[in-house]
């Protein structure tokens, strides 16, 4: 399958959920482009194994009920639309970065976002990153944490409970964008700094609620929550 039969083929499926386009808040937010205020942010020591810290926000945003900030996979910057034919790693038909498969593009075998790369690293400094899936995995750890659907100051979202210190993350509910539409599916839907392994045109998602991994089209705009290690 071409890139370009590929990303019609997604604009459809996507095309088939339902929709509300975003407030004007979250418009405003996602146009704002980025403020590089670096390392100034808050996080939560859940007292995980790996000492993981989980920033309180996602990227773009100043509390935990706002949605921040929306990123194609790999791109470190918010953009008006979110397409196969705008994403930086496509040349053509083809990926010129992160790809595992000669079919799709330039083979480098990169699985993981480099920093130069990771949204939350180029917004936030060198200590953030984004998550990886063993970090989401120990995030939704049944013997380490809690997770339930709640609201926040009216924002549909997701609470993460820890079982060692009673602390707590909030992710909400804030959709995904493609092309200049603002798509809400009542998931807790974040990027991962992992790319699909077998090729090259998706990289991993996680759903907070239901704990399920997914993959998406790399163009598509989601929210990115920084995580940081303990020193």
């Not at 509390?63 to 930086?88: D, V």
């Not at 995904?176 to 991993?204: F, I, Q």
């Not at 759903?207 to 399920?212: K, Q, R, T, V």
Request: charged share 25%; proline share 4%.
């Amino acid at each position: 399958m071409t890139l370009r039969k590929f990303f019609t083929l997604t604009t459809i499926l996507f095309a088939a959920f339902s929709f509300v386009s975003c407030s004007s808040d979250d418009d405003d937010d996602n146009k704002n482009k980025n403020e590089n205020d670096k390392d100034n942010h808050e996080y939560v020591d859940l007292g995980l194994p790996s000492g993981t810290l989980w920033a309180t926000c996602n990227v773009g945003a100043s509390k935990p009920e706002e949605y921040g900030y929306y990123f194609a996979w790999g791109e470190t910057k918010t953009k008006e639309t979110y397409q196969g034919e705008n994403y930086k790693w496509v040349n053509g038909d083809l990926f010129t970065k992160y790809c595992t498969n000669s079919l799709y593009g330039n083979v480098d075998n990169l699985l993981e976002l480099l920093p130069e790369d990771d949204a939350a690293t180029a917004n936030w400094g060198n200590n953030w990153c984004t998550p990886s899936k063993d970090q989401f995995d120990e995030l939704k750890n049944s013997d380490y944490t809690t997770i339930e659907k709640t609201t926040l100051n009216g924002v549909d979202g997701v609470k993460v409970t820890s079982k060692k210190n009673g602390k707590t993350l909030f992710f909400p509910e804030a959709g995904e964008y493609w092309y200049e539409k603002c798509l809400h599916n009542d998931e807790g839907t974040y990027w991962t700094r992992s790319v699909e392994e077998t090729g090259a045109m998706a990289a991993y998602v996680v759903d907070m609620y239901s704990g399920g991994w997914g993959v998406r089209p790399r163009p598509t705009g989601y929210p990115v929550r920084p995580v940081r290690v303990k020193k």
